[in-house]
């Protein structure tokens, strides 16, 4: 496992997400008041971009866009059908204003 810087904290909007590519692996980063989180991007119902969906700030999830499942941010737990597979989560930090999260294949 190591860490990668995958870009700017910047680039991640203040209470939502934005999907990186690392090592050529869509992992979604969200900003949830100020605490970071990583998961896959991909939703494992249907192939939809999870930084793309809505943030559900009370209960630290995300909506997929698609069909509307809700994953964990924590954890990447599936909460929701119709997806039923988690998702992976990512340790994700800043260090100044550049991003990290810690990868392995
Ligand atoms: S693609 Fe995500 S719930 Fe269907």
Redesign the pocket.
């Known amino acids: 496992m190591s860490a990668i810087q995958i870009g700017m904290l910047a680039e991640v909007p203040e209470e939502g997400g934005k999907a990186f590519t690392v090592e050529g692996h869509a992992i979604a980063v969200f900003r949830v008041e100020g605490e970071l989180f990583a998961i896959d991007d991909t939703?494992t119902?249907?192939?939809?971009s999870l930084s793309a969906g809505e943030l559900d700030p009370d209960m630290l999830c995300v909506e997929?866009p698609?069909?509307?499942?809700l994953f964990s941010l924590r954890t990447g737990e599936a909460r929701t059908l119709?997806?039923y597979k988690p998702v992976k989560t990512y340790r994700v930090y800043a260090e100044g204003d550049a991003l990290f999260v810690e990868y392995s294949t």
């Open positions: 939703c119902h249907d192939d939809a997929c698609h069909h509307g499942a119709p997806a």
